[in-house]
């Protein structure tokens, strides 16, 4: 896989690693799936240049916390003496509890041995999933409970052995400096999916997150300098399974359209499909170096004029790169659930990306379009996508 995703460094994996706990309350692999265990693996992975993630919930494990016999590793106190008021401790009802009293220092103490379990197998990466403030769904946001606690403890201890805290979902950007201080990366929206049983995901569902995006645009939390970057979930371009692509997506406009708004705004890139099975037209947009250096520059995108994707069918996004070049992205987000719309005419002007005078590069087209100054115009279908790098003059 390194060969056919050279720059992609974790393999993560969902939430069917586990299904139970140790002497000591903390999240255990399956042995059916892994009867070597995970440090076999994540060595093995290394030498391929990857690193492992696993999924885990924010709390204290419910069915560990409700046996009698589970003690905090190197203490004699009882897991279940921490949450005696056995409250909710993720948006997953019935999964983990929150402590009664987090100045407890057993609560830490348990957080500190599960980050030393994963450190001992390797684990690079946790998707801590059912966070809050937020959750829920698109509709009825903010059904997690509070977790901001779990998390700061968890940060603790996960940060001590350099593992990457990705927290989901939905949450709620009026907490973005929290979650700057507790994460890596924060999932903005629902899943992606579509749950269908032919297709993983849809245009419009893509296109949604343009706008749950412009509300972070602003925060002042994210990026490099704060080590917290959007994460608008999975990449799903391209998913092919039995030979048939399954990803769910209108057409080739809307699939360059996916992936370079997530390169935009560097969010949190995660491909949802098997990169062995990926055809190699979509392989060269994943591994295209001027897509790679927008995306891996940690900077996150602002939009011109209005971000609402669907008030505003003339997208344009822009950021500065650290090399003083600026990436222009321009969108069409005529998409709606069952149909593609009309073309628009999309229009920005340098002086509303900071510049007077640049040469402008088709990314997409890998052509050269001259020197420009004042507005630059360009016609896109429904759905399509236009990325120009600007060299100033």
């Known amino acids: 896989m390194k060969t056919k995703m050279p720059q992609y460094q974790y393999i993560n994996m969902d939430s069917g690693w586990c299904e139970t706990y140790d002497e000591y309350g903390r999240w255990v692999y399956r042995k059916d799936l892994f009867p070597d265990g995970l440090a076999s ?5 290394a030498e391929n240049g990857h690193k492992l993630g696993l999924y885990i919930l924010p709390g204290i494990r419910k069915d560990a916390a409700d046996d009698d016999k589970v003690l905090i590793k190197g203490t004699n106190r009882r897991l279940g003496d921490l949450c ?3 409250k909710d401790g993720n948006g997953f009802t019935g999964t983990t509890y929150q402590a009664d009293d987090y100045n407890d220092p057993m609560v830490l103490q348990y957080y500190e041995s599960q980050a030393e379990l994963f450190a001992e197998w390797g684990i690079s990466f946790v998707k801590i999933d059912g966070c809050g403030p937020g959750g829920g769904g698109e509709w009825q946001p903010g059904g997690s409970p509070d977790t901001r606690r779990d998390l700061e403890l968890m940060h603790k201890a996960f940060s001590k052995h350099n593992i990457w805290m990705e927290l989901s979902w939905y949450l709620d950007v009026a907490y973005a400096k929290d979650w700057a201080a507790t994460g890596n990366g924060v999932r903005i929206f629902i899943d992606i999916e579509s749950y269908s049983k032919k297709t993983m995901t849809s245009a419009h569902r893509v296109f949604k ?5 412009a509300e972070w645009a602003n925060c002042g939390y994210l990026g490099a300098e704060h080590g917290l970057y959007i994460d ?7 998913m092919t399974v039995d030979g048939e692509c399954i990803d769910g997506l209108a057409n080739d406009d809307v699939r360059l359209s996916y992936i370079t708004f997530w390169a935009l705004t560097s969010s949190v890139f995660c491909l949802g499909a098997d990169p062995r099975k990926i055809p190699d037209t979509y392989l060269h947009w994943y591994n295209h170096p001027d897509m790679l250096v927008v995306h891996q520059c940690g900077i996150m995108a602002h939009p011109v004029g209005s971000g609402d994707a669907w008030k505003n069918r ?4 822009w950021k500065k790169l650290p090399d003083g070049r600026v990436a222009v992205g321009l969108f069409n987000t005529s998409v709606f659930p ?3 719309g009309r073309h628009y005419d999309v229009t920005f002007d340098l002086k509303d990306v900071g510049l007077h005078k640049a040469k402008i590069k088709d990314v997409w087209a890998g052509m050269n379009l001259g020197s420009h100054k ?7 279908r429904p759905g399509q996508c236009q990325l120009l790098i600007l060299s100033p003059e």
């Open 41 to 45: 693996l994540t060595s093995a992975m």
């Open 84 to 86: 005696q008021e056995k």
């Open 209 to 213: 997150r343009i706008s749950y995006a």
């Open 232 to 238: 608008m979930d999975v990449v799903t371009v391209g």
């Open 314 to 317: 003339r997208q344009v996004w």
């Open 338 to 340: 069952k149909f593609l």
């Open 374 to 380: 004042g507005p630059f115009t360009t016609n896109l």
